[in-house]
Nanobody, 125 residues
Framework: QLQLVESGGGLVQPGGSLRLSCAAS????????IGWFRQAPGKEREGLSCISSSGGSTNYADSVKGRFTISRDNAKNTVYLQMNSLQLEDTAVYYC??????????????????WGQGTQVTVSS
């Protein structure tokens, strides 16, 4: 069964940090760009970051630039999202997605082939 599984979410105070993981099973992530998205209650899904299959290209939404860092370890078939300086507005369900795009990242969410089930991140004092 091909699937992505996110982990690492939880409750954190404002200013704190979390590291999310996105692990693949049933397929290798080597040939996939990986994106991180989030969706807060009552809000639209927001694209946060993407890393190309080689890891040589990354991009970030303005809302997280300078605070979040995406990375990948293809040997572990896992992609990470390091989240620092978390704010109340970062509270959401976070999803990873894999897209078979050559040399970059998918331009649109519907270009991703696989999605995880999500992990909850709650920032609260």
């Amino acid at each position: 069964q091909l699937q992505l599984v996110e982990s690492g979410g939880g409750l954190v105070q404002p200013g704190g940090s979390l590291r999310l993981s996105c692990a693949a099973s049933g397929f290798t992530l080597d040939y996939y760009a990986i994106g991180w998205f989030r969706q807060a209650p009552g809000k639209e899904r927001e694209g946060l970051s993407c890393i190309s299959s080689s890891g040589g290209s990354t991009n970030y939404a303005d809302s997280v630039k300078g605070r979040f860092t995406i990375s990948r370890d293809n040997a572990k078939n896992t992609v990470y999202l390091q989240m620092n300086s978390l704010q109340l507005e970062d509270t959401a369900v976070y999803y990873c997605a894999a897209g078979a795009v050559v040399g970059g990242c998918p331009a649109y969410p519907d270009e991703y082939d696989y999605w995880g089930q999500g992990t909850q991140v709650t920032v609260s004092s």
